[in-house]
């Protein structure tokens, strides 16, 4: 199986029409993964912690981690079942690879990282779902390396995503922009042509490989889901763009799907 990245975008998604991303992932399960997954474990850039940590519940409830929108997107629901057992096997990979303190939440749902773009993927809310969070005070490295240490799960039915954002400069977006921004555009190319040509330690030091590094990712938390994500298809894997949009001039959703080396 393969591994994604998806870049999420506005909080919006499931509700914004204008919004090319959200057609996008409507349309996943006939024009990206055909296969219905056993379960999924999302890597999502809204939850930050000193330790990895995955969400040990029987159900999911939906946290609204954003402020500010319209009153209808707080209504919505994305009731999918939690993955335990999934979750006790994320932990077990993660200790085994050398990741020696891992937690367990059994509280947490699914924050808007993970269920606005699953809400359209898999809309009937019936795949269980299991989160893993971020460190980000490590480096790009380190998350790939969890995504290496989780590389088995895709031979046992789990669908791997990591959610987070090509570009993430909130203080750069435009509002009344027509056009996206030299350095989102740089930073963007840069990061295709690296992933398409299999230069993943480029990626994974992308702060000193990449133009703009520092202004398309001013804090990395939306970065280091596509390590994780790109570390678990493995070393050899073959990365192809399957989405490029912009929002608000610099804002960009580019998604990946890797592909191991060893996949027919």
Not at 78 to 105: C, I, M, Q, W
Not at 125 to 145: F, M, R, W
Not at 157 to 174: C, D, E, F, M, P
């Amino acid at each position: 199986m393969e591994t994604f990245f998806i870049s999420h975008g506005s909080p919006t998604l499931p509700i914004d029409e204008s919004l090319q991303v959200r057609h996008f992932l409507k349309a996943w399960k006939e024009q990206v993964f055909l296969r219905k997954p056993n379960s999924i474990l999302v890597i999502s850039a809204h939850w930050e912690t000193d330790v990895p940590t995955v969400n040990v519940v029987r159900q999911n409830d939906t946290i609204y981690d954003f402020y500010g929108f319209p009153e209808q997107l707080y209504k919505l629901k994305y009731p999918a079942p939690g993955a335990p057992d999934l979750a006790k096997r994320v932990k077990e990979l993660l200790r085994t690879s050398g990741f020696n303190h891992v937690k367990e939440d059994t509280k947490r749902g699914l924050d808007h990282g993970a269920w606005t773009p699953l809400m359209l993927m898999y809309p009937e809310a019936n795949i269980p779902v299991c989160q893993l969070s971020l460190q980000p005070e490590k480096d790009g490295t380190y998350h790939y390396n969890v995504g290496k240490a989780l590389a088995p799960l895709k031979d046992e039915g789990v669908l791997i995503i990591g959610s987070g954002s090509a570009t993430h400069n909130l203080k750069a977006l435009q509002f009344d922009g027509d056009s996206v921004v030299s350095w989102a555009s740089e930073f963007d190319c840069w990061l295709k042509d690296a992933l398409l040509q299999g230069r993943y330690e480029d990626v994974n030091h992308y702060e000193e490989k990449a133009p703009y590094g520092k202004m398309a990712h001013p804090s990395p938390e939306h970065f280091y889901p596509l390590h994780v994500a790109m570390g678990a298809a493995g070393e050899d894997a073959k990365a192809e763009q399957i989405h490029q949009s912009w929002q608000l001039c610099s804002l960009s959703c580019s998604s990946y799907k890797f592909t191991a080396a060893t996949a027919s």
